[in-house]
């Protein structure tokens, strides 16, 4: 599976944007970029997902770099919910099942 | 809807006792997943079923694991004999589809002593 690094930890303040980076220079032209997310004891949540443009919801928006090799999650406007643990998965739709492997994540931490 | 309900909520057990872990997945959704999530290894994913039938158990750790899926609306992961280290906290997901978001329960804290 191709692999995503993602920092350890980052920090917001309340109501500023936040970006959450993530590298996947070995991805593959059928591979999609999902994000989940997981708050404090609970199970983890879908947020996000593309394949070469960019996407918007109303959770947050995908950033892809035209490489294909990074992109960026943004959450415009972090609250205290918003405080978790947030997954880069590359999911290969080439194949019977696009597995979810999850790494280690990056964890959000927003002060007030 | 309610969601992927699971149960318990917490288990706390001792060593070789038998342990059923129960889901009920989200009404439609053809896909069912167990995961486990430890510190030392983050979240694993345990097997997976496609109506009703298991597609991939390679990530069961050992024969002591068994997971069930007898209709639509229930499944079970059963651990016998437990140990210590099965101690973790499992999920069940499911989704609709093989590419469909998966919708994850609130898990099962597994205590093993």
């Known amino acids: 599976d191709a692999k995503t690094t993602q920092p350890n930890s980052m920090e917001s303040n309340e109501e500023e944007p936040v970006h959450l980076p993530c590298n996947h220079s070995t991805i593959s032209g059928t591979d999609y970029i999902h994000w989940y997310r997981q708050l404090p004891s609970q199970g983890p949540e879908y947020v996000i997902h593309?394949?070469?443009s960019n996407v918007n919801n109303r959770m947050a928006s995908l950033a892809i770099a035209e490489d294909r090799k990074s992109s960026t999650l943004i959450l415009h406007r972090a609250t205290l919910r918003d405080a978790a643990v947030y997954y880069c998965?590359?999911?290969?739709?080439?194949?019977?099942?696009?597995?979810?492997?999850f790494g280690q994540g990056t964890i959000l931490t927003v002060h007030p | 809807d309610a969601g992927v309900i699971q149960s318990p909520r917490h288990e706390v057990t001792e060593m070789g006792q038998e342990v059923t872990l129960r889901c009920k997945p989200i009404?439609?959704?053809?896909?069912l997943f167990w995961y486990r999530q430890t510190m030392m290894r983050g979240l694993e994913l345990l097997i997976y079923?496609?109506?009703?039938?298991?597609?991939?158990d390679s990530g069961m750790p050992e024969d002591r694991f068994s997971a069930k899926m007898p209709n639509a609306s229930f499944s079970t992961l059963k651990i016998q004999p437990s140990e210590p280290r099965d101690s973790a906290v499992y999920f069940c997901?499911?989704?609709?589809?093989?590419?469909?978001?998966?919708?994850f329960g609130p898990g099962t804290r597994l205590t093993v002593t």
């Open positions: 079923f496609n109506n009703n039938v298991p597609i991939d």
């Open positions: 998965i590359l999911r290969d739709g080439g194949t019977s099942y696009g597995k979810l492997t």
């Open positions: 009404s439609g959704h053809d896909y």
């Open positions: 593309g394949l070469t």
């Open positions: 997901a499911s989704s609709l589809g093989r590419f469909g978001e998966q919708y």
